[in-house]
């Protein structure tokens, strides 16, 4: 069983920097693959990156590629998102999920999840 607990979201202006942590309890975090997902009011859960149990594979949105990073770290059982170059568009709020298995784009495959944290991009 793992517990989920995000961090670090706000208020940015467009073109600025967060970034995000998740913190994992549970021993077996580092057996998981972890994503990271995003809601707007009123629009769907969307993928935005996953990463696998050793970090060696990662996929990302194609909306975020080349502006988001996924890295995690098992030792201190977190995985973080750093977002650059954010956009209006990225106004959300941010949740990130574990798995057992593959890392995966969809939000159902997904057993546990954390509360979420907001982040906000002013034009």
């Known amino acids: 069983h793992v517990q989920l607990v995000e961090s670090g979201g706000g208020l940015v202006q467009a073109g600025g920097s967060l970034r995000l942590s998740c913190a994992a309890s549970?021993?077996?975090?580092?057996?998981?693959?972890m994503g990271w997902f995003r809601q707007a009011p009123g629009k769907e859960r969307e993928f935005v990156a996953a990463i696998s149990w050793s970090g060696g594979i990662t996929y990302y949105a194609e909306s975020v590629k080349g502006r988001f990073t996924f890295p995690r770290d098992n030792a201190k059982n977190a995985v973080y998102l750093k977002m650059n170059s954010l956009k209006p568009g990225d106004t959300a709020v941010y949740y990130c999920?574990?798995?057992?298995?593959?890392?995966?784009?969809?939000?159902?495959?997904?057993?546990?999840w954390g509360q979420g944290t907001q982040v906000t991009v002013s034009s």
């Open positions: 549970g021993r077996t975090f580092r057996s998981y693959a």
């Open positions: 999920a574990a798995r057992g298995g593959y890392p995966s784009g969809r939000a159902y495959e997904y057993d546990y």
